[in-house]
């Protein structure tokens, strides 16, 4: 059981920097911050949780019903993440690519503390074993400065140097071979991903955080902690969300930059917009979730709210659709996810086959990318979202990691294929090299 308590808070953006500093002294933390972007289906400003009661770090084998057995006898908020590895759970799929960054396929905890910003109220949920503190707590983030100091200067392992895991010729060599799957008919689409790493570096996750989200204000932005493993994240995409008996997907494919005169920008808006290749891309994808939807949806409940509607970010336009349905009050929330993993943006189609051949193409192992991170609640509601436009860091090896990727169809160019991974990349390149 949990103790609830309200609080008015006179200036919530500098509150989230002050939450966020106090976070830091604990082992567990997940923050998630919609950075008062207002689309459909919001939710909180923000959200924190910090320090665990319980948990569950696995792997991916048996991993859909661990959680399953976890959520429904925890019964509480539980927060975490899984990776895009529990495809092998759901299907007989493998991943045998290089895993550098060693975080668990699956992880989830039951936080004592729970902080919720909704605008300028505060609502703190903490367990009775904890509840004396809520004050005390508040209290002490009201203490804290209200920036975050980020520095130009080289950290105590110098300046970090991004490798490239393929080059852009290997690139461009494996999209014509994904070209091929696809000229044969082998599948229709497939997201092809690329990672960029580098080793014996160390970063200060907090302010590496703060600078990201300074640079993308995603409406689906996270910081997590476990113990020394940490995901950073600018995600602009919903992978899946449950308000009582409704199912919302937002898949996101079609990308295009953005350009600081209003008249040129407005005109790349346009021309995504109507751009023939995109437009297929994300229809494709649409009806991909319409699919993996029906498997638990009440018959005739799957609808397409929204169809390739741009949405502008700070660093890139998207193209979004929304896709929603109904389901039983019986249907377990963990068996919705299960029936729709991985997310069909993050696949291609047919999703199989496509994972097959995105596996013997990648060269890493994407893990947490490409996955999904987010909460439930103890009624049995979630939201998660989808881990792209995110750092890795793995402070024990001193490893760090991001990867980006793209739709590939039949009308890909492997050039611009290439150009799009590096518009993707640019804010954690820049974040990491100062440049």
Request: hydrophobic letters at 35%.
């Amino acid at each position: 059981m949990r103790s609830t308590k309200k609080y008015k808070i006179d200036n919530p953006s500098d509150f989230k920097i002050k939450m966020l500093q106090w976070a830091q002294q604990f082992e567990e933390v997940t923050w998630l911050d919609s950075n008062e972007y207002t689309h459909a289906y919001s939710s909180y400003s923000a959200i924190l949780a910090v320090d665990a009661f319980t948990l569950i770090n696995t792997d991916y084998i048996n991993g859909f019903d661990k959680l399953k057995e976890y959520q429904e006898k925890t019964r509480d908020w539980i927060f975490g993440y899984i990776s895009y590895d529990l495809k092998n759970d759901v299907e007989d799929l493998v991943s045998n690519n290089v895993d550098t960054l060693d975080f668990p396929d699956l992880y989830f905890f039951q936080p004592k503390k729970i902080l919720l910003l909704s605008e300028d109220i505060l609502e703190v949920r903490y367990l009775r074993m904890v509840d004396d503190e809520m004050d005390e707590d508040v209290d002490l983030i009201h203490s804290f400065s209200s920036s975050i100091h980020i520095s130009n200067e080289e950290g105590p392992c110098g300046k970090t140097k991004i490798s490239l895991r393929i080059t852009k010729d290997v690139y461009k060599e494996k999209v014509e071979q994904m070209l091929a799957h696809i000229h044969r008919g082998d599948i229709y689409e497939a997201n092809f991903c690329q990672e960029f790493f580098a080793e014996n570096s160390c970063i200060a996750p907090l302010e590496t955080y703060v600078h990201l989200n300074q640079i993308s204000k995603p409406p689906f932005a996270t910081f997590l902690r476990m113990n020394q493993k940490y995901l950073l994240s600018a995600s602009p995409e919903r992978y899946l969300k449950k308000e009582g008996n409704k199912i919302i997907s937002q898949p996101i494919k079609g990308t295009a930059k953005r350009s600081f005169i209003e008249e040129e920008d407005n005109k790349l808006i346009s021309t995504l917009k109507n751009d023939p290749k995109e437009r297929s891309e994300n229809i494709m994808i649409v009806d991909l979730v319409r699919n993996d939807l029906s498997k638990t949806a009440i018959k005739g409940s799957v609808k397409v709210e929204e169809l390739c509607k741009v949405y502008s970010f700070r660093q890139v336009h998207q193209m979004i659709s929304t896709v929603v349905s109904e389901i039983d009050a019986e249907t377990s929330p963990v068996d919705v996810i299960k029936k729709s993993f991985p997310m069909g943006s993050m696949t291609g189609a047919p999703k199989i086959s496509a994972m097959r051949i995105i596996e013997n193409l990648e060269e890493s192992k994407r893990g947490l990318y490409s996955g999904a991170l987010g909460y439930f609640t103890p009624d049995g509601d979630f939201d998660f979202n989808v881990v792209i436009r995110s750092i890795l860091y793995n402070e024990e090896k001193q490893y760090i990691s991001y990867t980006v990727g793209g739709a590939i169809t039949a009308k890909s160019d492997p050039d611009k294929e290439y150009e799009e991974c590096l518009i993707k990349a640019k804010a954690m390149r820049e974040v990491l090299e100062g440049i």
